[in-house]
């Protein structure tokens, strides 16, 4: 069993061409190995065994006749809870959505749906995206693979903890200031933020329109740049999709794996290291630059000044646009609704008021107070104002970075997992998880994470982050391909092979 499901995407899509395994014996070892693991881990929200075993029963009749949709048919993946998927809930990790069933897909999940890949379910997250850690799930923090103490990141740890638990071997996850890269570098996974606009958001409830963004969850470079040429690429149901090509992105992933960077400069970001960054994610994050150096890279190094401020204006402009996306969950449209006690015949706005209350968490109602208040009549420009201009400035320091240098690398997040509930009364403690992800969003330009070893204190899973230029995400992959063959050849296989997460540990089949 074991072997089934800890080889990688591309290995399964390999072993099902060549009739070792059909879809319903991969479908099913996942479905088994989340029954055995999960109740530990709480990454699923909701598993859809029964789907997706009928869509892997369809899968393997395909590929009898000869007609797959995919490279990747047959596969079995687990989406976000944030994505709507019709027949399953969607409850993007709060109360006020229990038990709503979308009554459409989200485009990426129409796209998983046509390229045959078995959808498991749908995974654990903040309520409304909104965290690192997955503890502001209405449903119970999601626990992390290599501690179950610890969480796994968020606001995507349950797509994380899922991918490096071996329960899935794929997963969407979205990244509104790093909840698919933070949970990455916590759980030794590899995910990818794309450009905006390169892949679709419609049918992502919306956090942040302006900075949220779907991609990949995977524990392979290979496997995200599959994934990602899967569900990327135009759509005209999103107004702010990019109506052109993606850049070769497994071809990318292929040639960086011959681990020849010559020519490539790598800009090292002045202001994402030494302060508040753990010792081990450093020493991590400076090997594995070296390594790069070793395979031709040329190392340069750049300032960003303005990244300084990319946490304060983030932590504006999110709530803003975040105030104003859930005014719509009123009561009336949508999930919950509740009658305030002891009035009999309640008023509309004493309906909403009470599901309100009651169906939003605390970090949800802080964002609301904040996000109203920034933009509130003579604060707007004080705040929302100047947040933007915060953003055009981190835009400029992007582009006057990729002058010098063809990528940027810093550490992913500046600690390793820490213990759950050791950040929850500390708001800004936490925020500060995202200070190297961030600066992406604000300017839209693509970032991977990808895993670079343990750090030596704790024994935990510490990533590195690679930035490219709008567009240019095929770069991530051809440094991200090269790194982790170099560091692959060092460990003598996988960071998650030889982690407690694997097959063989926490209680599941071996
Ligand atoms: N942790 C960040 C926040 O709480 C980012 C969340 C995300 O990317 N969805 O806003």
Same mark, same amino acid.
């Given at each position: 069993m074991s072997a089934k499901i800890g080889a990688s995407a591309a290995e399964m899509a390999q072993a099902l061409a060549a009739g070792e395994t059909t879809s319903v014996e991969l479908t099913q070892a996942h479905l088994e190995r989340i029954e055995a693991v999960d109740g530990g881990l709480n990454a699923f929200l909701h598993v859809a065994s029964e789907s997706a075993l009928a869509d892997a029963a369809a899968s393997?009749?395909?590929?009898?006749?000869?007609? /797959?949709?995919?490279?990747?048919? $047959?596969?079995?993946?687990?989406?976000?809870? @944030?994505?709507? #998927?019709? %027949?399953?809930?969607? +409850?993007?990790?709060?109360?006020?959505?229990?038990?709503?069933?979308?009554?459409?897909?989200?485009?990426?999940?129409?796209?998983?749906?046509?390229?045959?890949?078995?959808?498991?379910?749908?995974?654990?997250?903040?309520?409304?995206?909104?965290?690192?850690?997955?503890?502001?799930?209405?449903?119970?923090?999601?626990?992390?693979?290599?501690?179950?103490?610890?969480?796994?990141?968020?606001?995507?740890?349950?797509?994380?903890?899922?991918?490096?638990?071996?329960?899935?071997?794929?997963? /969407?996850?979205?990244?509104?200031? $790093?909840?698919?890269?933070?949970?990455?570098? @916590?759980?030794? #996974?590899? %995910?990818?933020?794309? +450009?905006?606009?390169?892949?679709?958001?419609?049918?992502?409830?919306?956090?942040?329109?302006?900075?949220?963004?779907?991609?990949?969850?995977?524990?392979?470079?290979?496997?995200?740049?599959?994934?990602?040429?899967?569900?990327?690429?135009?759509?005209?149901?999103?107004?702010?999709?990019?109506?052109?090509?993606?850049?070769?992105?497994?071809?990318?992933?292929?040639?960086?794996?011959?681990?020849?960077?010559?020519?490539?400069?790598?800009?090292?970001?002045?202001?994402?290291?030494?302060?508040?960054?753990?010792?081990?994610?450093?020493?991590?994050?400076?090997?594995?630059?070296?390594?790069?150096?070793?395979?031709?890279?040329?190392?340069?190094?750049?300032?960003?000044?303005?990244?300084?401020?990319?946490?304060?204006?983030?932590?504006?402009?999110?709530?803003?646009?975040?105030?104003?996306?859930?005014?719509?969950?009123d009561a009336m449209r949508y999930g919950m609704r509740i009658s305030p006690e002891g009035i009999a015949d309640p008023s509309a706005e004493q309906v909403m008021r009470a599901t309100r209350d009651a169906g939003f968490g605390d970090e949800v109602k802080r964002r609301i107070i904040l996000g109203t208040y920034a933009l509130s009549t003579g604060y707007y420009d004080a705040y929302y104002g100047q947040a933007q201009r915060i953003r055009t400035l981190i835009t400029r320091d992007f582009n006057a970075a990729f002058d010098k240098a063809d990528v940027l690398v810093s550490p992913t997040s500046p600690t390793t997992a820490f213990k759950i509930g050791e950040k929850l009364d500390d708001p800004l403690s936490m925020y500060l998880q995202d200070v190297a992800t961030i600066p992406a969003n604000l300017a839209g330009v693509p970032g991977m994470s990808l895993p670079s070893g343990v750090a030596d204190e704790d024994g935990l899973p510490t990533g590195l982050q690679i930035l490219a230029p709008a567009m240019a995400d095929d770069r991530l992959y051809l440094v991200g391909a090269a790194l982790e063959a170099m560091l692959e050849a060092q460990w003598g296989g996988s960071l998650l092979a030889n982690a407690p997460s694997a097959p063989t540990g926490m209680g599941g089949q071996s």
């Open positions: 393997d009749e395909r590929r009898r006749a000869g007609q /797959l949709s995919s490279n990747l048919d $047959g596969v079995p993946v687990a989406v976000k809870d @944030v994505l709507t #998927t019709t %027949g399953m809930p969607t +409850t993007c990790g709060s109360k006020i959505l229990q038990g709503w069933i979308p009554p459409y897909d989200a485009t990426v999940v129409a796209r998983l749906k046509a390229g045959g890949l078995p959808i498991l379910g749908k995974t654990n997250m903040d309520e409304f995206a909104m965290g690192s850690s997955t503890e502001h799930s209405a449903y119970g923090p999601t626990r992390n693979p290599w501690d179950l103490d610890r969480i796994p990141g968020g606001s995507g740890g349950g797509s994380a903890a899922a991918v490096a638990a071996f329960e899935a071997p794929l997963a /969407l996850g979205t990244d509104t200031g $790093g909840s698919i890269r933070q949970p990455g570098a @916590v759980t030794g #996974t590899v %995910g990818v933020k794309p +450009t905006y606009g390169g892949i679709s958001r419609y049918g992502l409830v919306a956090m942040a329109n302006s900075l949220d963004q779907v991609g990949p969850v995977t524990r392979t470079v290979l496997d995200s740049a599959l994934l990602h040429e899967l569900i990327g690429g135009h759509d005209q149901l999103d107004s702010t999709s990019i109506d052109k090509p993606l850049p070769g992105l497994v071809t990318a992933a292929q040639q960086g794996a011959l681990g020849d960077l010559s020519g490539l400069r790598i800009g090292v970001i002045k202001e994402l290291q030494g302060e508040g960054y753990q010792h081990g994610v450093l020493a991590r994050f400076n090997e594995a630059v070296d390594l790069l150096v070793d395979a031709g890279a040329q190392r340069v190094e750049v300032s960003c000044p303005s990244f300084t401020h990319a946490l304060a204006a983030y932590y504006l402009i999110m709530p803003s646009e975040a105030s104003s996306n859930l005014a719509r969950f």
